[in-house]
């Protein structure tokens, strides 16, 4: 059974990190977790009172230790999904510039993905609308 709409829709920034070769960065979920061995995008939720460029800032800090400016976050598009137990609002958002060098903090593993490998990455039914809107882009 879907979400019923009784709670208000979880919001999740995400970001597509992009390198010179137009290969996007992707995480897949440790063990342990929901969704544990599936591939996203690196983000994750906002805490009340924040932005979601600052909620990126911040998660890309603590994922994995790199330094990004809003002003580099370029809003891109969003999915909304409705899973068995949760209603999800999924914002993607497009960068090309941060600082420092990209180290897994929280378990994860890595890997840089070109935009027509990207349906060879099991990723959350969420994320899927996503994955077809970067390729036509990049």
């Known amino acids: 059974m879907a979400a ?6 979880l919001t999740v920034v995400c970001v ?29 939720k906002l ?6 460029e600052a909620a990126l800032v911040r998660e890309l800090k603590e994922e994995l230790g790199v330094d990004i400016l809003a002003a580099d976050l370029a809003p891109f598009t969003f999915a909304s999904h409705a899973y068995d137990a949760f209603h ?26 070109g935009p027509q490998r990207l349906d060879a990455y099991a990723m959350p039914a969420a994320d899927q609308p996503l994955v077809a809107m970067l390729r036509d882009v990049l």
């Open 16 to 44: 597509a990190l992009v390198d010179g070769e137009d290969r996007v960065l992707l995480a897949r979920r440790p063990e342990g977790k929901p969704m544990a061995g599936l591939w996203e995008f690196p983000g994750g």
């Open 88 to 113: 999800i609002v999924l914002l993607l958002y497009l960068c090309r510039r941060w600082t420092g060098e990209i180290v897994p903090h929280e378990g994860q593993e890595l890997a840089w993905v």
């Open 4 to 9: 019923t709409g009784a709670e208000p829709p």
């Open 47 to 52: 805490k009340p009172g924040e932005t979601p």
